[in-house]
């Protein structure tokens, strides 16, 4: 069974506690080893999610001179990409970044898709809707 | 009108059935920077007879294919639409054709960018005499971009299509403006009217970091002045079509979730001649609503 759900960054943590007291209070060997294979899940997760978003950082960081670049940063009006970058350039990186993480990708960012994001957490959203 | 809605529909099924294939709504496809623009809709019917009705309306319905044949080149079938009742030279023209925009990417350091937007269109202007109003209308433009960051600081403050300064700065609280420029060449056939076109775009968004904080909008206020300067290359004495063309507008406007569109309110002003539209030489205010839709069938 696959079963996928979001939650935000500060919550991780939250999850990944909440595993280890589980695993701390369940004594039937095959429960604890069903556990710490979801927990193994979540971190490999969490651990994908931090490699995109530095990823993400490292590449944008080439076309913008303004400093510190946050998950929040709005492209355009806070860190001043170009509408040339947004249309042509920005797609391109995002393949790259995908390709990069991961080589069997299910398909490739689009232009119009790349063009639609706001704030960096958009592109970091769109390689992850991809991978 | 029942025959546009039956058109304006399929034009959205086909977008959502094929791929990479968009439909937009805005103002008009043949200028580049006006494309962007919302489409205007304005109209009052009066109750009093001795008064007529006011109808006002700049719409282009595109569809659009994204990355045809050649990497980058989108090509859009276009439909427009432009009437205006409420001015002294009243229009309404309908106009078909296509549209080719392509970006020319010159791999420097800084990313330097040309791109082409090249039309071709039929256009019908139903106010004139009867076959005087049909002709063909051919127009090429090139707009440069520069997509990286520029070493020197000044220099990156007059990057075309950046919007400058950025927020981490303290002005950004009071303004942040963006502009944009580019020429190129119009052909008239009907009246074998060659036009050379330089133009320019301002747009300033008054306290757009705060408005950000407030309503999730960062260009809530907009403030636009366009210039473009056409000048006639031909014997043909039609001046009243080209020279200076003025226009602002300062509006609101409500930015739709997922990029789909905007809706506005805008004070548009507008002195000069367009002849793209066969606008002639006039000046006028006018109030309207705005409205620009993006359907896409791929949003990865």
């Known amino acids: 069974m696959k079963i996928h759900f979001e939650i935000e960054a500060n919550e991780a943590p939250l999850l990944i506690n909440a595993l280890d007291l589980a695993l701390q209070s369940v004594n039937n060997p095959a429960h604890k080893a069903s556990i710490q294979k979801i927990k193994s899940e979540v971190v490999s997760d969490i651990n994908a999610d931090q490699v995109i978003r530095n990823n993400v950082i490292s590449a944008i960081s080439h076309w913008t001179k303004v400093r510190p670049i946050l998950t929040t940063s709005n492209l355009r009006f806070g860190l001043s990409l170009t509408k040339g970058f947004m249309q042509n350039h920005l797609h391109q990186l995002c393949n790259k970044i995908l390709i990069s993480i991961s080589p069997n990708h299910k398909s490739k960012v689009s232009r119009e898709g790349a063009n639609k994001c706001e704030t960096i957490q958009d592109i970091i959203n769109i390689i992850q809707t991809n991978i | ?300």
């Open chain 2, 1 to 300: 009108m029942l025959l546009r809605l039956t058109i304006i529909v399929y034009f959205c099924v086909i977008a959502q059935t094929f791929a990479q294939l968009k439909v937009e709504l805005g103002e008009t496809f043949s200028d580049k920077h006006k494309r962007n623009e919302p489409a205007i809709v304005y109209f009052n019917f009066q109750n009093n007879d001795t008064t007529s009705d006011t109808f006002v309306a700049d719409m282009a319905l595109g569809l659009t294919f994204e990355d045809v044949i050649w990497n980058g080149l989108s090509l859009s079938f276009v439909s427009e639409w432009h009437r205006n009742t409420q001015i002294k030279n009243k229009r309404h023209v309908q106009q078909l054709g296509l549209n080719l925009k392509k970006p020319f990417d010159f791999q420097n350091s800084s990313h330097f960018t040309l791109e082409l937007n090249a039309n071709g269109k039929y256009s019908h202007d139903l106010r004139a005499t009867e076959g005087a109003g049909e002709t063909g209308i051919y127009s090429a433009y090139i707009n440069p971009y520069w997509s990286g960051v520029l070493p020197n600081n000044f220099l990156n403050y007059l990057r075309p299509g950046a919007i400058m300064p950025d927020t981490t700065t303290k002005a950004s609280y009071i303004i942040q403006y963006e502009y944009l420029f580019g020429g190129g060449l119009e052909y008239i056939k009907h009246d074998d009217l060659l036009i050379g076109n330089v133009n320019a775009q301002l747009i300033l968004y008054p306290a757009s970091k705060a408005l950000a904080r407030l309503l999730n909008q960062t260009e809530f206020i907009k403030i636009q002045a366009n210039i473009t300067e056409r000048t006639n290359h031909t014997n043909n004495d039609s001046l009243e079509l080209s020279g200076f063309f003025f226009s602002y507008q300062i509006g609101v406007q409500y930015k739709l979730p997922d990029k789909k569109g905007l809706i506005g309110l805008s004070l548009d002003y507008i002195n000069g001649a367009n002849p793209l539209i066969a606008q002639i030489e006039q000046n006028y205010h006018q109030v309207t609503i705005k409205t620009k839709l993006s359907l896409s069938s791929n949003n990865k």
